[in-house]
């Protein structure tokens, strides 16, 4: 007998509905506190280096050991190796041996944000001032009458190093950027938006008050404040790594509290997710590995960057300490190796419609974005999975009943973006991007939904599993 056809079209079409329709009450809860424990987690953990304090935390504290400490490692072990304190490797080892191949999956901790430069200290008609350089793509305006905090290392040229936090509790000061007043913003707002705010006047405000009648000087006081509390002198600025981000704190977002606004959510989400999904992990067949990549909103180079032979270093010493190491062995564990890489994908947003095909677009709170492709106007620089490792990726999500959507980022025309797949897709190693959407993405407050988080999070733990 021919089917009816709304039976025919749940059969053939793909579902399009929200997740939040497919869960009870109990999974509801399930997610809601897991989305508590990740906004606890984000608020920790505003810069790189705060994240891998944070997540090495949590792998010591589920018995993962530093490699460096160990001699040899066998199966059911658990190490991480941590790289200049910026990006950081964890691995579960399985019982096949790693020649026949490692899961992995990689995120990167380090988001959009603004930077001292070497020199940042200066002083305007009685205000003193931190110079700073945007990292990574920003939309200039955004973060200009915004609250900021201060994070950071000082390092000393006699090795001490000072860590720097200000603006996070509620009895420090913030900082910000002052904006021109509507009154006189007339030929600002006549301009263009990316040039309206000029890369060189992000400019962050730190002081009123003089050292005293003879010098008058706001930028001495300043100094002479931080010289007494960190024992620092303006030399010192030129051996840190300073940033400044929202001192927005992470919060549930909507009146039915289904989403997270948060600040570095690219790409921390998927930083916390692929990292407690390792946690779980118990005696894999395939060893299981985690990345947590530094400076892949700056193109990955560098040394704490997915370009690093770093990494290599890392599945080296797995392959010696593991006592399985031959001559060029390391190409034959990445032949066979299957990997996830963990980034955020734009979410379709209803207000700006124009640059999505909605057909080909993902939606915050449909589950766990796989992009094919990344890449830009004709899939320029793209890691283009393969057919049969997209059904090999599919065939998980769908026995787990996990929901997921295929998508690209935007209009084929509009634009674009990559990620770290095509740098482990370039070593031989089979790559999807699999995240989840985020609106308002590298702004400073960006959107998740919380079915996505969790959903993202099973799929990381079964993928790990396989
Ligand atoms: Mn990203
Ligand atoms: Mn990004």
């Known amino acids: 007998m021919e089917k009816n056809s709304k039976d025919l079209k749940e059969e053939l079409f793909i579902n399009k509905l929200s997740g939040w329709l497919d869960i009870n009450e109990e999974e509801k809860n399930e997610i809601f506190n897991f989305s508590n424990e990740y906004i606890n987690f984000i608020n920790e953990s505003k810069t790189e280096r705060e994240a891998v304090l944070y997540l090495k935390n949590m792998l010591d504290n589920n018995g993962f050991k530093n490699i460096n400490e160990v001699d040899y490692i066998k199966e059911g072990d658990k190490v991480y190796y941590i ?27 380090d988001s959009p944000r603004l930077d001292l430069k ?4 200066y002083e305007d008609n009685g205000f003193s001032y931190f110079n700073t350089h945007y990292y990574g793509g920003i939309k200039k305006y955004q973060w200009t009458a915004i609250p900021l905090s201060i994070h950071g290392v000082i390092a000393k040229s ?31 707002m006549e301009k263009k938006m990316n040039n309206a705010i000029l890369g060189e006047d992000l400019n962050i405000l730190t002081g009123s008050i003089p050292y005293d009648k003879e010098t008058k000087s706001v930028k001495l006081n300043i100094l002479n404040i931080l010289n007494k509390k960190y024992d620092i002198k303006e030399i010192d600025f030129t051996s840190s790594e300073i940033e400044l981000v929202p001192a927005f704190k992470a919060r549930s977002l909507g009146i039915d509290e289904s989403m997270v606004a948060a600040y570095g959510q690219d790409d921390k989400v998927l930083a916390f997710t692929s990292t407690k999904a390792i946690l779980n992990i118990e005696k894999p067949n395939k060893t299981c590995v985690c990345i947590l990549a530094d400076k892949e909103e700056i193109g990955s180079m560098g040394n704490t960057g997915m370009s690093s ?87 998980i999500l769908e026995k787990n009943n996990i929901r997921y ?33 985020v609106l308002s993405m590298h702004a400073p407050y960006e959107v998740t939904s919380k079915f996505d988080i969790y959903s993202v999070y099973k799929f990381y733990y079964k993928f790990y599993e396989c």
């Not at 070497?118 to 200290?121: K, V």
């Not at 057909?359 to 492709?373: A, E, H």
């Not at 990344?374 to 997209?390: H, L, P, Q, V």
């Not at 690209?408 to 790559?431: H, M, P, W």
């Open 309 to 395: 032979s770093t990494f290599d270093y890392f599945i080296s010493e797995l392959l010696n300490k593991k006592s399985e190491n031959k001559e060029d062995l390391l190409y034959k564990v990445y032949n066979n190796s299957k990997m996830l890489s963990a980034d955020v994908d734009a979410g379709f947003d209803p207000i700006y419609k124009s640059v999505s095909d909605d057909n080909n677009s993902s939606f915050i709170g449909r589950g766990v974005v796989l992009n094919k492709y990344t890449g830009s106007r004709g899939k320029s620089g793209a890691s283009d999975a393969n057919a049969e490792y997209m059904a090999y990726i599919r065939s």
């Open 118 to 121: 070497p020199n940042p200290i």
């Open 83 to 109: 790289n200049r304190n910026k990006s950081l490797y964890a691995a579960v080892i399985g019982s096949n041996k790693l020649e026949n191949g490692l899961n992995l999956i990689g995120a990167h901790l």
């Open 158 to 188: 006699n090795g001490e190093i000072i860590n720097l936090s200000i603006g996070e509790k509620e009895n420090e000061p913030i900082f910000t950027i002052t904006d021109l007043l509507p009154h006189l913003a007339y030929d600002q």
């Open 405 to 437: 959507q295929v998508s690209e980022l935007g209009k084929v025309d509009s634009g674009g973006g990559g990620t770290i797949a095509y740098i482990l897709a370039n070593k031989g190693i089979d790559v999807v991007d699999a995240g989840i959407g």
